[in-house]
DNA sequence: AACTTAACTTAGGATGACAAAG
DNA sequence: CTTTGTCATCCTAAGTTAAGTT
């Protein structure tokens, strides 16, 4: 924080980031402290009376938000569930977890196949055995069109509604597995360790090259960061004996290699276009074996077959682990999910297979664990896969069922909003929040994450009320983005957060008896398959489709047609609160606009002199109409003739200089110095007319000028004026809200492409063709849709 | 555990400024 | 003075991986 000297130069969403910072370092004692509910504040009563003035009667939070004894509660919380109607627990009873089936590589050739997996295939066979026949004839189809034409892509969304086959998505599977980084190489550059250069065993190196590439960034600064990568380096460090002793972050210097690394990247950039082209075939052809799977005999695109390479971990927000090193994945680590007759694919040398899975329900292709959170990493098919496609099409006519039964559910939850069981009320409450502003679930996290909150993990802090019915939210969501937004809520729903809120009290989860598991559980008994992130797809397509139809004007030309379609894009980013931070030099390059269009005007200032001294009886008329220009003082103007000397004194000299190294590579004598001064006389010349202006107040008119020829001039520069000013409006409306995350993962693209086949407008300018890959499913539908 | 959502990072293509040529 | 070619800059799209939900 130290940093920030001058707070004004820092863009608004690192300044976010900062505050959060500032605010978590406040608050030192950290959040178990702080969270650790108050033990004669338990209460155990569980119905509202409705009465303000006996709120204190109210029931209070039996999991009165403690993280320390997090699990018990859990455990009290679904006990509750047993208040819940029958009618309301409708889960479908639950298949047997399949068992996985590790194959380890030497036994995997021969014995194979036999027992387990006919078992497991009895057990399914009855719903299975059409299936298996269909796709059989599939694959033979399919085989043959590949062997041909690989590409001809399986339109898996004119078949028509496949029997759901249990859980089973694939009968077989074939892929070449993951493709490892490269071997680390060391550069030999010595960092400094206490003013000397120091040498490092190669995997330290490589560590410290890690961090040493971040130096410059928010990362490289962050304290906690920088903590973590140290503590972790250094265990590193002690690995190998010859390595310095290294005790102090301060002392260590990373410059010489991160420079080094500049260097490097400077010379990347300077390859020639033949050297880039090599370079790039080599990387594809490397790449070639992983690029595909073959499913059920079609060929189907893998999305991220590369292992994660080691790097240090870099968590958003204030995550506690930010900068812990994130280690170099082997094989062994690495679990392959393949069809049992497939072959397995060659680890690295002299390495083995973690381990070989035939998961049919799964659609993940190979998996590992990352060290940091210990959380499991997939490698699964890319977004045009069919697998991808239909459970994104899935997930939108899930949102399109949804319409079917809001009206339902909205009766319902307004009506609990006063309901006298406080789980029920505050259900409702939730509810609204969810469907009105698109808020997320909100599961909650632990204590080695960073905090952020949803819908049920709301607490005290993140609300404010703000009479008569306005509530404030301010906290920060996924990835540590501040949601903030003021909005008025129906009476009940201010109500029922005020009347929570004393009864939970500070630091403490404002829906305490609410879990998002339990408001999915209710959810799912209005319809099947609904849960909280189902509003956020439904709000999303259907303001998206409101604000189109709303702002789409027949007559309009096309990019008027697209600003309808980003503006209502926009307005649904907003709904979704999805930001993008700022970039690093958007206030430069806003001054760098503001400061073109006042070169402009200054132009267009001269010009109108011009015309006044020309025919003086033009001041009065059409010249007076027209916008004054406030921010023109002298003195930037000033400032501004000042520069335009100084540019035109370099663009000479530099001309001039570069006029002699051609003469010299041809053999030829330089040109005289004197020639350079000629030229830079005119501009002397210049400036000393200008200093003329300055004294009389007049500009020299050209001979050839007339009226009309400036007011001509003058109306191409109000053109250039407004067309610059409105570029910088919308850099400025668009500078944190991001548009792609909505249109990638909310909209249905269906809207999208009828819309583009009633206006006339190419798909391609509002679709890329990754998008247009991804939601190939969408693009031929009928007009008419909706 | 498995899958979707999301921002951050990077690569490369479009765009505009500038110099040279017409 | 306008047009054309080149280079740097900027911006978008693709790629990556962290952070959510179920």
């Known amino acids: 924080m130290s940093s920030s000297s001058s707070e004004d130069d820092i863009p608004l969403s690192k300044k976010r980031r900062q505050d959060k910072f500032a605010e978590s370092n406040a608050s030192m004692s950290g959040r178990s402290a702080e969270r650790t509910p108050d033990p004669a504040m338990a209460r155990t009563k569980s119905v509202i009376n409705d009465d303000d003035s006996s709120d204190e009667e109210m029931p209070l939070a039996k999991r009165a938000s403690s993280k320390t004894n997090g699990k018990a509660m859990k455990r009290e919380a679904s006990s509750d569930e047993d208040n819940v109607p029958l009618s309301k627990i409708v889960k479908t009873t639950k298949k047997p977890t399949p068992k996985k089936r590790i194959v380890n590589k030497e036994d995997s050739s021969s014995d194979d196949e036999k027992p387990l997996a006919k078992v497991k295939k009895d057990i399914k066979k009855v719903a299975k055995v059409k299936a298996e026949e269909e796709s059989k004839v599939v694959r033979k189809q399919t085989k043959k069109v590949k062997d041909e034409e690989a590409e001809a892509q399986f339109k898996w969304w004119e078949k028509s509604n496949e029997e759901e086959d249990g859980d089973v998505k694939w009968n077989e599977l074939e892929h070449n597995g993951v493709l490892f980084p490269p071997a680390y190489v060391p550069h030999g550059v010595k960092m400094k360790y206490d003013g000397k250069p120091i040498s490092l065993s190669p995997e330290a190196e490589e560590v410290a090259s890690f961090f040493a590439a971040l130096i410059e960034t928010d990362h490289g600064k962050n304290p906690v960061f920088q903590k973590n990568f140290f503590s972790d380096w250094q265990e590193i460090l002690k690995k190998d004996s010859s390595n310095p002793n290294i005790t102090s972050f301060e002392k260590c210097d990373f410059r010489p290699m991160y420079e080094h690394f500049e260097v490097e990247k400077e010379r990347k950039k300077q390859l020639t276009k033949a050297e880039k082209q090599t370079i790039k075939e080599e990387k594809a052809k490397v790449e070639e074996p992983y690029l595909y799977a073959i499913v059920d005999g079609r060929k189907e695109k893998v999305g991220n077959f590369r292992i994660e390479p080691p790097g240090l971990f870099r968590g958003r927000g204030d995550h506690p682990k930010t900068g812990r090193l994130k280690k170099r994945v082997m094989p062994e680590q690495v679990t ?194 609904l849960t909280a992130k189902v509003f956020r797809t439904y709000n999303a397509s259907h303001t998206f489709q409101e604000q189109l139809n709303k702002l789409t004007r027949e007559e309009d030309s096309i990019p008027d047609k697209l600003l309808s379609y980003n503006r209502a894009n926009r307005e649904v980013a907003i709904l979704c609160n999805h930001q993008r931070s700022v970039s690093k030099n958007h206030g430069q390059m806003i001054a760098k606009i503001q400061d073109k269009i006042r070169a402009l005007k200054y132009q267009r200032k001269r010009l109108r002199k011009q015309i006044v001294q020309l025919d003086p009886k033009m001041k009065k008329s059409k010249l007076t109409e027209m916008e004054e220009e406030s921010d023109l003082e002298d003195e930037w103007i000033a400032e501004h003739q000042k520069d335009l000397l100084v540019k035109e004194r370099e663009k000479i000299t530099t001309r001039f200089e570069k006029n002699n190294e051609k003469l010299a590579s041809e053999g030829k004598p330089p040109q005289p110095k004197e020639e350079l001064k000629e030229k830079l006389k005119a501009v002397d010349d210049w400036e000393k007319e200008l200093q003329k202006e300055k004294k009389t107040g007049k500009i020299e008119v050209k001979a050839s000028a007339t009226v009309e020829k400036l007011l001509a001039q003058i109306t191409k520069l109000d053109e250039r004026i407004k067309a610059t000013k409105t570029q910088a409006l919308d850099k400025e409306e668009g500078k944190e809200t991001a548009l792609g995350t909505s249109k990638l993962n909310y909209i249905d693209p269906r809207i999208s492409a009828v819309w583009c086949k009633k206006y006339n407008v190419p798909v391609e300018k509002v679709f890329s063709k990754t998008l247009r890959d991804k939601f190939q499913w969408a693009m031929e539908i009928d007009a008419d849709w909706r």
């Open 336 to 529: 392959l999910n393949l069809g049992e007759n497939a072959p397995i694919p060659k680890p690295l040398d002299g390495h083995k297979w973690g381990g070989v899975v035939h998961i049919h329900e799964a659609t993940w292709l190979a998996s590992w664990k990352e060290n940091i959170n210990g959380s499991i990493k997939y490698v699964f098919l890319a977004a045009t896969s069919s697998w991808k496609g239909q459970s994104d099409m899935q997930k939108f006519e899930k949102a399109r069922d949804l319409k079917k039964h809001v009206n339902r559910i909205r009766r319902d939850y307004r009506q609990q909003l006063n309901d006298k069981l406080m789980e029920t009320r505050q259900r409702a409450t939730a509810m609204y929040l969810i469907d009105v502003l698109a808020l997320r679930a909100g599961n909650e996290k632990g204590d080695d994450e960073a905090d952020t909150v949803g819908c049920c993990s709301l607490r005290y802090e993140h609300v404010t009320l703000e009479p008569p019915n306005i509530l404030v939210f301010d906290f920060l969501g996924k990835d540590s983005i501040r949601y903030h937004n003021s909005v008025p809520v129906d009476a009940q729903v201010f109500k029922n957060i005020k009347i929570f809120k004393k009864q939970v009290g500070p630091d403490n989860m404002i829906f305490d008896r609410l879990t998002t598991m339990s408001l999915n559980k209710h959810l799912g008994s209005y319809m099947k398959g």
